[in-house]
Every structure is written in C-alpha cells, then in structure tokens.
C-alpha cells in the first residue's frame, strides 16, 4: 500500500512538505486554518439551517449544534481532515510553534 504524501498547497498551487515547511510557515497556516474554522462557525451561527422536513431539520439542527459547542481545533480536525492532524504532529516535533499555539488556545 502506498503511503500518503503529507503535504501542502501553498496560495501559489505549489505542493510542499509540510516535514520542510519554516516554523514560521507551519505556524501561518495553523493559524490561517483556524481562522478559518472560526469564520465558518461564524457564518453557521448567524444563519441556522431552516429546512421544511422534519428528519432534514433534525439533522440539521443536530448539526448546528455540534458546531455550536465544538472547540476550534476539534472543528478544524473535521473540516480539513488529514491536513489538520499533520500539521499539528509537526508541531509537536518543534517547541517554539507549540509554544505559541499552547499561547492562542489559552487566550480563547
């Protein structure tokens, strides 16, 4: 079985390895996905899905509230699954962007 490249598109289309990303690169692109997570929560709580079925709008609302009490990282997981974990597993391998990372989620 072959195994899965780890990387990143980057805004210019190019593939990277996130294992040869900067701190400074790997630490802007967490940042930029959390952004991004947290737009998205955003944009869900100020239009909560109306649907005319009911199963639809159950799920719907099971949705919504899912979103509604989720962490950031736990949304981001979901979201941009496998990227998300790769990138916090690097990291993990370098202290000063864990540092800061620990620093942004203790302010929340």
């Given at each position: 079985?072959?195994?899965?490249?780890?990387?990143?598109?980057?805004?210019?289309?190019?593939?990277?390895?996130?294992?040869?990303?900067?701190d400074s690169h790997l630490w802007n692109?967490?940042?930029?996905?959390?952004?991004c997570?947290?737009?998205?929560?955003e944009q869900m709580m100020a239009n909560p899905p109306v649907f005319n079925g009911e199963m639809a709008q159950m799920y719907a609302?099971?949705?919504w509230?899912?979103?509604a009490s989720s962490e950031i990282d736990e949304l981001a997981?979901?979201?941009?699954?496998?990227q998300w974990s790769w990138l916090l597993e690097e990291a993990a391998k370098r202290p000063a962007v864990m540092g800061v990372l620990r620093t942004?989620?203790?302010e929340e």
């Open positions: 079985m072959a195994t899965v490249e780890r990387t990143w598109r980057t805004r210019d289309r190019r593939l990277v390895k996130i294992a040869d990303m900067t692109t967490i940042l930029f996905l959390r952004r997570t947290v737009r998205h929560r609302d099971q949705e509230d899912h979103t997981a979901e979201i941009y699954d496998p942004v989620r203790d």
